[in-house]
């Protein structure tokens, strides 16, 4: 039966059946007990992703999105205040930003990593910078002890987007190792289902170290109220529910097993890619673990040609992201134009990111591999 399953970009079924009666009594209980909003099972994932993550604070929240806009609420700035990111990323990440009336200002990414190209960094530092979003793409870090060198020069504030590279870990030089999403001052994540830990619908986490931070992001997460009825701030409604809860609980349990498998998987397509001429497989960084929530390559020649092809094999393959968010039109008044970032337009137009889950098979992926090689030819 299994052979014969038609090859899925991202596959949660097979993790489902190994949790299954681990979910279904957890969302016995939240229906019998009708916690349903900040129950146990929300506690015991705040602790759980503190322990797992060695953070002091872990805030569940709606969604990944919300973490990052909760965070950047926390910091309290200033219409017009300047955030560096990235273009080549999801749009929540630049969204939340204009959404704060701030200027998002993007730097290019390096054409080995797909990450934030941090010596391109500190020349798009200004007098109203005031914080950094770096992107842990795919599942690996930014080279985040540079960021860090740079924000602390420059006093500004750094938040990870964490929601690709949940479980990466960083080797700083001192050889003390950190998990991504809490070596800037605040980290946020995504647990949309097909993230690598995913829950059953909306979920996101905020995370930091900083005790004050904590307390105004769990503030904020609730409307601004620290005390019912009484907001002391401007907050969101943002909370997790105790069935994301309770599934995210069952998975966190399986992270480092899920990592593993999909660094696996992708150890397999770097093998079967390499030499190939025109594929350029992803390059692993020497400070980072890798948790490949994708597996993109750049092709050389016409990409969605290629990808026409392979659908019509049956062979899904998807493309992050198509169009740069320098270049999105709801994005055009902070004056973005073609050129602007070589790499990040070039890999919106060559790259291609493969099946890549907990599930893939062997024989799945020599058949992708295979008919990868032999649309290139
Ligand atoms: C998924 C994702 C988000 C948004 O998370 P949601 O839970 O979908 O709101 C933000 N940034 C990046 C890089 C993502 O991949």
């Known amino acids: 039966m299994l052979a014969t399953r038609k090859i899925q970009m991202v596959d949660l079924q ?3 059946k190994a949790i299954q009666d681990e979910v279904e009594e957890g969302i016995k209980e939240v229906l019998q007990t009708c916690q349903f909003i900040n129950g146990p099972a929300v506690k ?3 602790k759980g992703l503190s322990k797992y993550l060695n953070v002091k604070a ?3 929240c709606a969604n990944g999105t919300d973490a990052l806009l909760v965070a950047l609420m926390a910091l309290g700035l200033e219409p017009g205040d300047e955030v560096i990111t990235v273009s080549h990323t999801f749009v929540a990440t630049a969204e939340v930003i204009a959404l704060l009336r701030l200027k998002p200002v993007f730097v290019d990414v390096h054409e080995d990593t797909f990450n934030m190209d941090v010596a391109q960094l500190e020349a798009a530092v200004t007098v109203k910078t005031r914080c950094i979003i770096p992107v842990h793409l795919f599942g690996q870090s930014v080279d985040m002890e540079a960021v860090m060198q740079i924000a602390n020069k420059h006093d500004l504030y750094v938040i ?3 929601a690709q590279a949940i479980g990466a870990e960083v080797t700083f030089g001192d050889g003390s190792i950190h998990k991504t999403g809490t070596i800037g001052h605040i980290g946020c994540t995504s647990f949309y289902p097909s993230k690598n830990l995913g829950a059953y619908g909306d979920a ?3 995370f930091t170290n900083d005790e004050s931070l904590a307390n105004k992001l769990r503030q904020i997460v609730n409307h601004g109220q620290r005390q019912k009825y009484t907001s002391e701030c401007i907050g969101v409604n943002s909370r997790l529910d105790s069935f994301q809860a309770v599934v995210l609980n069952a998975k966190l349990k399986h992270l480092d097993r899920y990592n593993s498998l999909r660094r696996e998987a992708a150890d397999y397509y770097d093998q079967h890619f390499a030499g ?5 497989t992803p390059k692993r960084s020497s400070f980072s ?3 490949f929530h994708q597996y993109t390559i750049v092709v050389e020649g016409d990409r969605d040609a290629i990808r026409g092809i392979l659908s019509e094999r049956g062979i899904p393959s998807m493309v992050y992201y198509p169009v740069p968010i320098h270049l999105q039109p709801a994005y055009s008044n902070w004056g973005g134009a073609n050129g602007d970032l070589p790499v990040t337009e070039r890999l919106a137009y060559q790259g291609l ?11 799945q992926q020599d058949l992708v591999c295979k008919t990868v090689i032999e649309c290139l030819s």
């Open 289 to 291: 673990s890798h948790v």
């Open 353 to 363: 990111s493969l099946p890549m889950h907990t599930e893939l098979t062997r024989e």
């Open 44 to 46: 015991d994932l705040e």
């Open 276 to 280: 190939v001429e025109g594929i350029t």
């Open 204 to 206: 996101g986490a905020i």
């Open 58 to 60: 872990a805030i569940p």
């Open 160 to 162: 990870e987007d964490n």
């Open 14 to 16: 097979g993790q489902f």
